[in-house]
Structure formats: structure tokens, C-alpha cells
């Protein structure tokens, strides 16, 4: 057992609040340990113990979404980090949204959706639809149609619907099954 006061003790739970309250994406156990490795702000052994004692005083629960478990703070740990953000320092805020944008800006560059159409003659517009990751092309499709409104209509439906349209258009072509929108 580590011997820390209980003022360190209490920043390390709020600042691990913190962290899971502002990403905009559940994390696991594995990203907000390198988190928090990463700046140093506790080591791996506190990290591990204060997310169980966290858990085990319903502050966040860990949960299983999308094939992966995660951590979720509860109302009673946003009640709490509302009342007790202030003891966090400034600074370490400011690194922690930063760190974010960064994140965020990472996975935009990495996986990108892009829908685009111009008009071609007087009867003919054509769509371009693609899904970029890291700068390499995956998907790429153009689509000739009559109107603006359906033009946009592609465009809306695949900038929302990347993930099931790439999937099974790329079952139909290897000939695997369909899944549906459910899976």
C-alpha cells in the first residue's frame, strides 16, 4: 500500500474523474493509464487501485460497449467532481484539454468520411463518396443521378451511415452475408 495524504488522495480521485468525465469517448483501462502515465501525474499501481476504489464507491462504473470495456462516471462522481473540480490545478486542466483536442484531431486525420458532388451536365450530377483513413484511400465511389436532392441525400446518408454502408457493400462484393443494421 502506498502512504500518500489525503489531500494527494483526493486530487489523484478527481483528477481521474476528470479525465473520464471530458473525453468524449468511454475509455479503457489502458488508455487512461498512458493518460495519466504520460504526464506523470500518479503512477500505474495508484491509477489502478483509485479507478477500483472508484468503482466500488459508485463514482464510475466499468461497462462492456462496443466489444470493449470501459469506464463511465456515474451521477454521484459528476455531483462530486462539480463540487471539487476547483481542487484540481488549473494547468493540469489546460494539459488534459489539450490533450484531447489532440486526440481528436489524431482520429479526424486518421479516419476521415468525405462526401462531395458537382454537377455535371444540366441533368446530371455526380456524387463521390470516400472513407480515408491515415491519408490511404479505402473506399471510393461515384454515383451519377438526376438531381441536387438526391445528390444530397447520398451525400447526408453516407457521411451517417460510413460504417454499415462500407461493411456490406464490401460483404456483397466477397459475397459474405449481409448483416443488418442492428449488428
Not at 138 to 161: D, G, H, R
Not at 165 to 177: A, P, Q, R, T
Request: hydrophobic share 35%.
Amino acid at each position: 500500500m502506498f502512504i500518500e495524504n489525503t489531500e494527494d488522495l483526493a486530487q489523484n480521485k478527481l483528477l481521474l474523474l476528470y479525465i473520464i468525465d471530458k473525453s468524449e469517448k468511454p475509455l479503457t483501462n489502458e488508455e487512461i493509464t498512458e493518460f495519466v502515465l504520460e504526464k506523470n501525474y500518479m503512477n500505474y499501481f495508484l491509477i489502478q487501485q483509485y479507478l477500483s476504489e472508484l468503482i466500488n464507491s459508485s463514482f464510475i462504473e466499468h461497462i462492456t460497449k462496443e466489444d470493449k470495456n470501459v469506464y463511465h462516471i456515474l451521477d454521484k462522481g459528476k455531483a462530486t467532481l462539480s463540487y471539487f473540480e476547483d481542487r484540481i490545478p488549473n494547468k493540469t486542466k489546460e494539459e488534459i484539454t489539450n490533450k484531447f483536442i489532440q486526440i481528436k484531431k489524431d482520429e479526424k486525420k486518421a479516419t476521415q468520411v468525405l462526401s462531395e458532388f458537382f454537377k455535371k451536365d444540366d441533368n446530371q450530377f455526380m456524387v463521390n463518396l470516400k472513407l480515408v483513413e491515415n491519408d490511404e484511400t479505402l473506399f471510393s465511389i461515384y454515383i451519377n443521378v438526376p438531381t441536387i436532392k438526391q445528390a444530397e441525400k447520398i451525400c447526408y446518408t453516407w457521411e451517417n451511415n460510413t460504417e454499415y454502408i462500407y461493411k456490406n457493400v464490401l460483404n456483397m462484393l466477397v459475397g459474405e452475408k449481409i448483416t443488418s443494421v442492428e449488428d
